[in-house]
T-cell receptor
């Protein structure tokens, strides 16, 4: 069963705009991670946020976590063509930190 | 260079013919995992291993086997592949199970006819 669900499934924006993707999950977690995947290639880790953190930044990335709503958002500011990719959230389970569950992803397209 | 390697990268086979996809990491990671990726379903965890000789089922373990005899290797075995196992497979590793970032291999595209 899917733990994480991303929203929207697809997003197309103009270069320079900000992109926001959301992730919702069902059960308690220890942490949540965001990954990027360029077409058909392996995933690349972007950022990890722990359950006791509310916000985290890394360069042009900003991640928030709301454990009461079981949701997270990924904001990419000042988007670039190279940001075109699929973005996935991944959660562990509070009861079993070894089990990692990915959402179905958001496909982000940056228009020049 | 720190990396996760998978072989083969592409494989076309027939139903019932046993196959093994190898995965190796050179980062001395304890945790290794196999995922399959299908359109619209994201990545689903098949098996994971917390250390040598310790493996456990993920969400979709049916039809797969794994072993972890050495820390660096985590092969995925399909004893009798079926067409519904046609997918893109990824191996990943991380330092520990405390959810450090996972490093992913380049993927293996498997087609079962």
């Amino acid at each position: 069963s899917q733990q994480g669900e991303e929203d929207p499934q697809a997003l197309s924006i103009q270069e320079g705009e900000n992109a926001t993707m959301n992730c919702s999950y069902k059960t308690s977690i220890n942490n949540l991670q965001w990954y990027r995947q360029n077409s058909g290639r392996g995933l690349v880790h972007l950022i990890l946020i722990r359950s006791n953190e509310r916000e985290k930044h890394s360069g042009r990335l900003r991640v928030t976590l709301d454990t009461s709503k079981k949701s997270s958002s990924l904001l990419i500011t000042a988007s670039r063509a190279a940001d075109t990719a699929s973005y996935f959230c991944a959660t562990d389970l509070y009861s079993s930190a070894s089990k990692i569950i990915f959402g179905s992803g958001t496909r982000l397209s940056i228009r020049p | 260079e720190a990396q996760v390697t998978q072989n083969p990268r592409y494989l076309i086979t027939v139903t019932g013919k046993k196959l093994t996809v190898t995965c190796s990491q050179n980062m001395n990671h304890e945790y290794m995992s196999w995922y399959r990726q299908d359109p619209g379903l994201g990545l689903r965890q098949i098996y994971y291993s917390m250390n040598v000789e310790v493996t456990d089922k993920g969400d979709v373990p049916e039809g797969y086997k794994v072993s972890r005899k050495e820390k660096r290797n985590f092969p995925l075995i399909l004893e009798s592949p079926s067409p519904n196992q046609t997918s893109l497979y990824f191996c990943a590793s991380s330092l520990s199970t405390d959810s450090d970032e996972q490093f992913f291999g380049p993927g293996t595209r498997l087609t079962v006819l």
